[in-house]
C-alpha cells in the first residue's frame, strides 16, 4: 500500500498568514500517460464531513477560495493556504488515488489560529 | 447539487452486525464509483470499501478481514454496508462518498452515520 506521510501533525498560524503543509508519498503518484498526479486535499471542520479542496494536485475544487493552493509533483506536495482566515481552522489531510484502493490518506495537520 | 444521506448507524454490541444503507439524490448513481470512508474517534480519516459504478470491481480495506461487504442498488440509488463480527475498534463515524465526474473517487461526502460498538 502506498503510505501517504504528512507534516508537521499541527500549525499554529496568526490570522492573514501563510499556512504550508507538506505530504509525501511513498511512491509516486504521477501517471505519466495523462500527466496528473493522483493526490487530492480534504479539509474536515468538527462535525462536519471532510471537503474536497484540491484534486490532481493543483486543480481546486469548484467553490474553493483561491487561497488554497495545491502543488508538487511525483512523491512530494504542498498544500499552501495564504492570508489564513477564521473559517479555516481545521484538519488537513492528503490522499492519493493513483492505484485502485486501497486509497491512503495522510494522518492530518490541524491547522489553528495564533 | 448532491447529496448524500447515510442511516443505519446505532449502537451494538460485540459480535453483532449491522448494515448501514445511503441515499443519494442529485447525481446519476449508476455511473459513479461510490465508497464508505470512516474515522474512529480521535483519529484520522480510513478508506474501508469502495464498489464500481456497475459492481464489477470491489476493494475493502485488507484489515476488515473479510467482515464487511459493500453493495449497491442502482435502480434506488443506494449504496449499503453490511458489517459482520463487529469489533470495539470499528467504533466510528461511517461516510458515505461518490465519485466527481472528474474522476475523483472521494469527491462528494454524506454526514456520516454514527456506529458505536460497545458491550
Known amino acids: 500500500d502506498i503510505v501517504m506521510t504528512q507534516s508537521p501533525h499541527s500549525l499554529t498560524v496568526s490570522l492573514g498568514e501563510r499556512a504550508t503543509i507538506n505530504c509525501r508519498s511513498s511512491?509516486?503518484?504521477?501517471?505519466?500517460?495523462?500527466?496528473?498526479?493522483?493526490l487530492a486535499w480534504y479539509q474536515h471542520k468538527p462535525g462536519q464531513p471532510p471537503k474536497l479542496l484540491i484534486y490532481?494536485?493543483?486543480t481546486r475544487e469548484s467553490g474553493v477560495p483561491d487561497r488554497f493552493i495545491g502543488s508538487g509533483s511525483g512523491t512530494d506536495f504542498t498544500l499552501t493556504i495564504n492570508s489564513l482566515q477564521a473559517e479555516d481552522v481545521a484538519v488537513y489531510y492528503c490522499q492519493q488515488f493513483y492505484t485502485p484502493p486501497p486509497w491512503t490518506f495522510g494522518l492530518g495537520t490541524r491547522v489553528e489560529i495564533k | 447539487e448532491v447529496q448524500l444521506v447515510e442511516s443505519g448507524g446505532r449502537l451494538v454490541r460485540p459480535g453483532g452486525s449491522l448494515r448501514l444503507s445511503c441515499a443519494a439524490s442529485?447525481?446519476?448513481?449508476?455511473?459513479?464509483?461510490m465508497s464508505w470512508v470512516r474515522q474512529a474517534p480521535g483519529r484520522g480519516l480510513e478508506w474501508v470499501s469502495s464498489?464500481?459504478?456497475?459492481?464489477?470491481?470491489?476493494y475493502h480495506a485488507d484489515s476488515l478481514m473479510g467482515r464487511f461487504a459493500i453493495s449497491r442498488d442502482n435502480a434506488r440509488d443506494l449504496l449499503f454496508l453490511q458489517m459482520s463480527s463487529l469489533r470495539v475498534e470499528d467504533t466510528a463515524i461511517y461516510y458515505c462518498?461518490?465519485?466527481?465526474?472528474?474522476?475523483?473517487?472521494?469527491?462528494?461526502w454524506g454526514p456520516g452515520t454514527q456506529l458505536t460498538v460497545s458491550s
Open positions: 464498489m464500481s459504478k456497475s459492481g464489477t470491481y470491489i
Open positions: 462518498v461518490s465519485q466527481t465526474p472528474e474522476g475523483v473517487p472521494l469527491g462528494h
Open positions: 442529485g447525481i446519476t448513481f449508476s455511473s459513479y464509483t
Open positions: 490532481w494536485a493543483s
Open positions: 511512491q509516486s503518484l504521477l501517471y505519466t500517460s495523462d500527466n496528473k498526479n493522483y
